[in-house]
């Protein structure tokens, strides 16, 4: 079954290991994952795949591994993404950075979901969620040295999980609410399992448009000191980017102030510079610009000194955009993925 899984990871996937600056003519690098530094050069291809989306992309300590989330329920399109009942079937992949290994460390199992991965602050293991036992969603790690899968102890009422982070023993995930309940909030815990507590309760705005997704917190990223985090929210018909205390909660809205209204603007996940300095993330603003308000941006975490990523023509970039663990300085790189767009 392991062979099996690896030799499905390893036949649909394809590796670019040359610079070439923007999207080929060939449907093989549909989907892809580049790297580049912050002002758009040396950018580079390294991973692609036709038909399924490549997402999470996340980095090791050691900037020698990857670890991303693909799809592999086709819709009407015929592309396999993220959306709808899509995460059923999700596998998620180890990929060395030099294009000399790939592998599927979880999934993919028809119906079941296996997603959110990212790595652990020593870069020992890898955190992600997984309905693999049939009784809910729950977040698991898996030792990158031995291949052993554990779950991560979470409390028994628990059992719609999502969105994992960790930084120095400490973990922030998100907890779906049961029907009727309050809206999905953030919580912490140790890594052990204990001193839980919510640390986000988002509000709901009663005047909000209907919509798949429902209002709340998702996937939170913690700073690198772990005194503060971020927050993908769902205001209602539009998506802001969140920066608030671990310790008394306080907020602040870096969306806000500049799309205050909330219709078709999204910006999101945001992700931390190794030295706490700025945040990475994607922008999506239709109404204002057309397809020059869709972009990746950086920003201090106050919100200021929004700067654009240039990215290559022709692609449209996904949520989960990453730092190279090299500071914020000039020569600090970026990751992320696209999917081709001929509008962009």
Same mark, same amino acid.
């Given at each position: ?16 290991? !040359?610079?070439?600056? &923007? ?7 549909? $989907? ?6 912050? /002002? ?5 291809? *390294? ?6 989306? *490549?997402?999470? !992309? ?12 693909? +799809? ?14 899509? +995460? ?6 180890? %990929?060395?950075?030099?294009?000399? #290994? ?12 296996? #997603?959110?991965? @990212? $790595? ?13 036992s049939g009784k809910g969603a729950f977040l698991y790690w898996y030792d990158i040295a031995t291949g052993a899968t554990t779950q991560v ?58 919509? /798949?997704?429902?209002?709340?917190? +998702? ?6 000191? &772990?005194?503060?985090?971020? *927050? ?6 539009? $998506? ?5 205390? !671990?310790?008394?909660?306080?907020? !602040? ?41 869709v972009g990746i941006y950086v920003m201090r975490p106050d919100g200021s000194g929004r700067k654009k990523i240039p990215i290559a023509k022709?692609? %449209? ?10 500071? @914020? ?6 990751? +992320? ?8």
């Amino acid at each position: 079954m392991r062979v099996n899984l690896l030799f499905h990871c390893i036949v649909c996937f394809a590796f670019l290991g !040359t610079a070439n600056g &923007g999207p080929s003519n060939d449907p093989a690098d549909h $989907f892809g994952v580049w790297i580049s530094k912050m /002002d758009g050069s040396e950018r580079r291809l *390294i991973l692609s795949d036709p038909k399924r989306q *490549i997402s999470h !992309t996340r980095l090791s300590p050691d900037m020698k591994w990857m670890v991303f989330t693909t +799809y592999n329920n086709p819709g009407k399109d015929g592309f396999a993404k993220e959306g709808g009942n899509n +995460y059923a079937n999700t596998e998620i992949c180890l %990929f060395k950075l030099d294009g000399t #290994a790939l592998k599927t460390i979880a999934g993919p199992v028809p119906g079941e979901v296996n #997603a959110n991965a @990212s $790595f652990s602050s020593d870069g020992k293991k890898i955190i992600f969620v997984s309905t693999r036992s049939g009784k809910g969603a729950f977040l698991y790690w898996y030792d990158i040295a031995t291949g052993a899968t554990t779950q991560v102890p979470t409390p028994p009422a628990f059992h719609r999980v999502a969105d994992p982070h960790e930084v120095g023993n400490k973990i922030v995930f998100t907890v779906h609410p049961e029907k009727g309940g309050a809206l999905q909030g953030v919580w912490m815990m140790n890594s052990d399992g204990s001193a839980v507590r919510q640390i986000s309760f988002p509000k709901k705005a009663s005047d909000a448009p209907s919509e /798949d997704v429902g209002q709340g917190d +998702y996937d939170p990223r913690l700073s690198p000191d &772990g005194s503060r985090f971020s *927050i993908l929210r769902n205001v209602g018909g539009a $998506f802001h980017v969140v920066v608030a205390d !671990t310790a008394s909660g306080a907020e !602040t809205d870096l969306t806000e102030p500049l799309f205050p209204e909330r219709k078709q603007t999204a910006e999101g996940v945001a992700a931390w510079s190794s030295d706490g300095k700025l945040l990475i993330f994607r922008h999506i603003a239709l109404p204002q610009d057309g397809p020059k308000g869709v972009g990746i941006y950086v920003m201090r975490p106050d919100g200021s000194g929004r700067k654009k990523i240039p990215i290559a023509k022709g692609q %449209f970039p996904l949520v989960q955009p990453e730092f190279f663990p090299e500071g @914020s300085g000039p020569e600090t790189r970026v990751i +992320y993925q696209t999917e081709k767009d001929p509008r962009f």
